[in-house]
Structure formats: structure tokens, C-alpha cells
């Protein structure tokens, strides 16, 4: 399928009033690429027991089932993002929805787990192009009036993606087998990309320009991968274990190194020097690291501890689902007016109580009294953080750092779930084969939930340290009307910064 190109020297369209039917039609496309990306980061936990039974792998082939997937994801993004800046976020968004359904048909063919591994790196790439491309197009195309409402439908649709994943997981589990988990995102793709070509408008970054940072991307991916990989296989202490280990902090030494002297980099540190960007990337490495060990744990409790089937343990969930879609586009209003220190403090603490809730849930648990009113909690916790965390990002750089701003805190987001997967079984003393058996898992679940409420508290403790609300938007003297349009002052541009609201 050909992207039709568009002259570098066409004027951009007019803004896109959200309330408008091609308004509507972005809103579809986006959440359509997003939802997908995301449905996968959790679909799939639903299966891993099912998985490892049919293929016969252990707890390592699980963990690499998700981390293949969030390793290709994290680490390449910020090219993704940085293509769409360059080439065109439509045109990357629509060849990253393609890469991911062919990912996807051939996870679902996998005959074994190293070919699933190996299939899921691939949905990885796929899905790296199409996440930052789906937000910065909200970003470029709707009406400035409307992007914090719309930014909360996103979130919202994306959360719910997210969240309904495990029901439907479940239900494609016990109905036709864990395969088609992967095979539905062949249809979904096919819709999304005739829906992008016809109504989402082409935008780019007019400064982006110079080599793409080809080491930068490796090193990232490199450094990422290896720790990863000692995480993993930590238990054993082996040499390459350690070198892994060893090799992947020097990658990492050596990735801030080059982009803090390439003329052109990945990440250029300019984006940190708005004090706003910071924080909220640093409250998201906290709570996704959080949200990720905590959904990939839970779904196992429920299934190998509590003796849910897989479309109950799914079904379980469903709560969060319901106050996601219910609540979301209203909480990123009320971020925008009321300012996002309030909402990224309160939302980890309640999401925290609510993962700290879950260690009632064990053998033979009540649904009413052990598992609703933890899926309550944290439903309305993750209400409370997403939409405003979202919008926090892209308000805090210029319009036309979208792209790579959304690249780089999603890169935060999956690099921190990345690293908790691997890492928390690891704390909480998990061996090879603890997943087949119930006593075993019980209690090695009850030491992981207090490090996921940990993280949830450390992020909200950020927040409220470091997060400010922007001051209150101020028109010309002369208007005496509000102006729809206005924003906060802008920093200067002499601080070497990006030009930034608030």
C-alpha cells in the first residue's frame, strides 16, 4: 500500500475541531493504532499459563514472552517518534500498524516459544512506530481548544484497550485458544490504516532535520536488552549472567555520553531543560514500572492461586475497564483547569492502595469482598493519572517536539514495565517453575505487591515535589472576551530549552 506523499512546501491544514466528523475520524484512527499497541502490553499476560502449557516453557520463556515485546518497543520509539517527525506522522503511523499485524499473524503460527519470542520482538518494531506517531497526531491536527478533551478520549479509549484486554484475553483463551489473542489485531489493523489514509491529515516536524542517530538507538537497545537479560537469568549467577549485567550499565553510561555530544540525538537533552518534562517522565517511570509488575502478577494469582478460569480471571478486571471509559475524558478536563500536581499525586497513592488490597486475594477469595474493591481502587486511580499524565507531557514542549516528546515518555513508560517484569519475580523470589504451583506463587506474590505500592508512592512523592501547575492563561489586555486559544507564557527561548507552556 502506497502513502500518498505531500509537498514539503504545501501550507498545513486548518486545526480540526474535535465535535467535527473528521475530528471524530482521528479521534477513531488514533485510538484504533494506540489500543492496539496497548491491548497487546496486556492481552497477552492473560495467556502466559495456557502458553507455557501448550509450548511447555518455564517462567523465563514467560517473562521473555513480555519483555521481547517491551524490549523492541522501549527501545526503539524514539525513532519512531523521530521518523514521524521527519517523514510524516501519518505515513509512519500507517507502515507501524501494518508491521504490527504482520508481528501478530505470525505470533499466532508461532510453533514454538523461541519463534514466539522472536515474533513478539517483531510486533515491538511495529508497535514503536505507530505509539508516538498515534498521540502527535492529536497534537497536530485537532484544535488547540479541544486537545485536553481530546487528549482524554485518547487516554480513556487507550486505557480501556488496556484494560479490557485481559477479559478478552481470557475469553480467547477458553473459546478458541490463546493464538487468537494475536490473530485479532489482523482485522483491527485492517480497519485503522483505510480509516488513516482517508481522513487523518499528514503533519511533521518543519525543524527535524540531520542524520538519524544510529548509535544512540543501538546503544539504548543494547543497554536495555542485556540488563534485562541479567534480570532475568539473575538467579542462576552465572559469568555471562554478570557480564550481561556489567555490559549493559556500561551501554547505558555510553548512551548518555553520545546524545549528550551528537549534534543530532535520539534524545536531546535541550528537551530535559524544561523542569516539567522531567518530572512527569520521572513520575512515569515509577507508576508504569508498578502497573506493569502488577498486571503481570495479578492475572497469574488469580488463575494459578484463586482458581479463576482465564475469562474470569480476565472478567476480574473489568472494573477499571468501566471507570476507565466512564471517567477519563472528564479527568483530563479537569487536569487541564485545575493543573496536573494534584491528579499524578493522588492517583499513584490510590493506585497503591489498591495493589496493596490485592494480598487479600488467595485460595478460594470472594470476588465482592477481595477482588472488586481493589479493581475499584485502582480503576480510579489510574482515572486520576493517565489523562492528566498524558497531557502534562505534550503541554510542557513545543507543539512541533510532539512526536519525539511522546516518543521519550513512552519510551519511559515501557523501559520501566520492561525492567519490573524482569526484575520483580527476581525480588520476589521466583523460581523457573513457581507458576505451577499455587502455594509457591501465593506467597511469592505477597512479597512483589508491596514493591509495585512502593514504586506507586515514589512517583506520587515526585509529583508532589516536583510537578507545578501552570499559571492561569491571561489574554491581551484588549480582549475582553476568553480566548479559546491562549496558553500560559512561554519560557524563553534563550535558556536553550524548548519553548514550553507554564
Do not use: K
Not at 477481595?370 to 480510579?380: E, F, H, Q, Y
Amino acid at each position: 500500500m502506497t502513502v500518498p506523499a505531500e509537498s514539503p512546501d504545501a501550507p498545513p491544514e486548518p486545526a480540526v475541531p474535535l465535535a467535527s466528523a473528521r475530528g471524530r475520524w482521528i479521534l477513531l484512527a488514533t485510538a484504533l493504532g494506540s489500543t492496539m499497541a496497548l491491548l497487546d502490553s496486556t492481552v497477552v499476560n492473560v495467556a502466559l499459563p495456557r502458553i507455557g502449557e501448550d509450548l511447555g516453557a518455564d517462567l523465563a520463556a514467560l517473562q521473555w514472552t513480555v519483555n521481547a515485546y517491551l524490549l523492541t518497543l522501549a527501545g526503539l520509539i524514539l525513532v519512531g517518534g523521530a521518523l514521524g517527525d521527519r517523514f510524516g506522522r501519518r505515513r509512519i503511523f500507517v507502515l507501524g500498524t501494518a508491521w504490527f499485524a504482520v508481528g501478530s499473524l505470525l505470533c499466532g503460527l508461532a510453533p514454538n516459544a523461541a519463534v514466539l519470542v522472536a515474533a513478539r520482538a517483531l510486533q515491538g518494531i511495529g508497535g514503536a512506530l505507530l505509539t508516538p506517531g498515534s498521540l502527535a497526531l492529536i497534537q497536530g491536527s485537532i484544535r488547540a481548544g479541544d486537545r485536553g478533551r481530546a487528549v482524554g478520549l485518547w487516554s480513556g479509549l487507550g486505557g480501556v484497550g488496556a484494560a479490557v484486554g485481559p477479559f478478552l484475553g481470557g475469553w480467547l483463551v477458553d473459546g478458541p485458544g490463546w493464538r487468537w489473542v494475536f490473530l485479532l489485531n489482523v482485522p483491527v489493523a485492517a480497519l485503522c490504516v483505510p480509516v488513516a489514509l482517508r481522513h487523518v491529515p499528514e503533519s511533521r516536524d518543519p525543524l527535524a532535520h540531520g542524520r538519524f542517530d544510529a548509535a544512540g538507538a543501538l546503544l539504548g537497545a543494547g543497554s536495555l536488552g542485556l540488563v534485562t537479560y541479567a534480570l532475568i537469568e539473575a538467579s542462576s549467577g552465572t559469568a555471562p549472567v554478570i557480564a550481561a549485567a556489567v555490559g549493559g550499565v556500561l551501554l547505558g553510561v555510553a548512551f548518555v555520553w553520545v546524545e549528550r555530544h551528537r549534534a543530532d540525538p535520539m534524545v536531546p537533552p535541550q528537551m530535559f531543560a524544561s523542569r516539567q518534562f522531567t518530572a512527569v517522565n520521572l513520575v512515569t517511570l515509577c507508576v508504569y514500572a508498578a502497573f506493569s509488575g502488577f498486571f503481570f502478577l495479578v492475572v497469574l494469582q488469580l488463575q494459578v492461586v484463586a482458581g479463576y478460569s482465564a475469562l474470569g480471571a480476565g472478567a476480574a478486571l473489568l472494573p477499571t475497564t468501566l471507570l476507565m471509559l466512564l471517567l477519563s475524558a472528564r479527568s483530563g478536563e479537569i487536569g487541564e483547569r485545575i493543573g496536573p500536581r494534584l491528579p499524578l499525586t493522588v492517583g499513584p497513592v490510590l493506585c497503591a492502595a489498591g495493589t496493596l488490597l490485592t494480598l487479600r486475594v488467595g485460595p478460594g477469595a470472594s470476588y465482592v469482598a477481595d477482588v472488586l474493591p481493589a479493581m475499584v481502587v485502582m480503576g480510579l486511580g489510574m482515572v486520576a493519572l493517565v489523562a492528566p499524565l498524558t497531557a502534562t507531557v505534550l503541554s510542557s514542549v513545543d507543539p512541533g517536539r510532539a512526536g519525539l516528546a511522546s516518543g521519550i515518555n513512552n519510551a519511559a513508560a515501557r523501559a520501566a514495565g520492561l525492567i519490573a517484569v524482569a526484575a520483580l519475580p527476581l525480588l520476589a523470589g521466583m523460581g523457573p517453575e513457581s507458576y505451577l504451583s499455587a502455594a509457591q506463587f501465593d506467597a511469592a506474590f505477597g512479597r512483589a505487591m508491596p514493591w509495585c505500592a512502593g514504586a506507586l508512592v515514589a512517583g506520587a512523592a515526585v509529583a508532589w515535589a516536583t510537578v507545578r501547575s501552570p499559571a492561569p492563561a491571561r489574554c491581551h489586555p484588549q480582549c475582553h472576551t476568553h480566548c479559546a486559544l491562549s496558553s500560559p507564557p512561554l519560557e524563553p527561548r534563550e535558556r536553550g530549552g524548548p519553548t514550553t507552556p507554564g
